[in-house]
């Protein structure tokens, strides 16, 4: 068996940025440090950090009793204003983590709000990014969807959550203004480079590979996009968390490839690749 390695792996520059300086608090100081929600979308980085001794807590309604004494972290995908200003009335210190994509995007947004144009953004309304976004502008001046709407404005702002795939941004943009008759229209490419560089990646590694392994979090919006990415190619793809769920696979072939989110941590990699040198004698290409 011979196995390429996407050439983009491991964590990107907001997850790397956002990880290590949560480790560096964690090691540096001895006040008690929480973390709103989950640092990134990755089960087995997020247990790294609770074994670090993060702690965890979800709900803003619900905050920590000991808040006053300790220091809170805001997730790399961000927060609303109104989260925001809670944390801050209630943390002796807060640490704002939220990857620069992300940030400049927010502000993007808000600079053509008050510009007068209407915000339109390709994403999911549920994803925390999305919320954050929505709960960080005029939120009688933005819609969050994927679907294609007749709008009442003519002054409108195309823009797309940092992690979808272009192909799809393109298709959305295009067919919004074919439904649409807008007398001024921008539309800006907010999707994250580090993202769409593993698109193109993804492409050629399904077009190379037997079969396909796609590492990273189940609930990750760019890694569920590399896998759909692969699959179109290649249906031979298998979208996985951990190594533990490989142990009734067969994976026997000639040409295997490997590609990983980007919340996804090289030490999990690098357990694939023992793990596939062990068990089919693979050869890692270069």
């Excluded at 390695?5 to 480790?23: D, I, L, Q, S």
């Excluded at 009793?65 to 925001?84: M, P």
């Excluded at 992300?102 to 994403?123: A, P």
């Amino acid at each position: 068996m011979k196995v390429k390695v996407a050439e983009k792996v491991g964590f990107c520059y907001g997850v790397n940025r956002a990880y290590n300086k949560t480790n560096e608090m964690l090691k540096k100081d001895n006040k008690k440090t929480y973390l709103f929600g989950e640092l990134v979308h990755n089960k087995i980085v997020v247990q790294n950090l609770k074994n670090s001794g993060i702690n965890i807590f979800k709900d803003i309604n619900k905050l920590p009793t000991d808040s006053k004494t300790s220091k809170v972290i805001i997730r790399a995908h961000g927060i609303t204003l109104e989260e925001r200003r809670i944390l801050e009335d209630n943390f002796d210190e807060v640490i704002d983590l939220t990857c620069p994509i992300v940030s400049n995007m927010t502000s993007f947004v808000i600079k053509k709000q008050k510009e007068g144009y209407f915000i339109v953004v390709y994403g999911s309304k549920q994803h925390p990014e999305m919320r954050a976004l929505k709960g960080s502008v005029d939120q009688s001046k933005i819609k969050i969807t994927k679907d294609i709407h007749k709008e009442n404005y003519k002054k409108v702002c195309i823009v797309s959550q940092t992690t979808v795939d272009i192909k799809s941004f393109k298709n959305f943009y295009t067919e919004y203004l074919k439904t649409n008759d807008f007398s001024d229209i921008i539309i800006k490419n907010t999707i994250c480079i580090e993202t769409s560089k593993r698109e193109i990646e993804a492409k050629k590694i399904a077009n190379w590979a037997d079969k396909v392994i796609v590492l990273g979090g189940k609930n990750s919006s760019n890694t569920k996009k590399l896998v759909n990415i692969s699959k179109t190619i290649n249906e031979k793809t298998l979208h996985i968390e951990e190594i533990e769920e490989l142990k009734n696979k067969d994976l026997s072939c000639e040409k295997l490839g490997i590609l990983t989110g980007t919340s996804t941590a090289i030490w999990t990699l690098k357990e694939l690749t023992e793990y596939l040198k062990n068990k089919y004698s693979a050869e890692i290409l270069d």
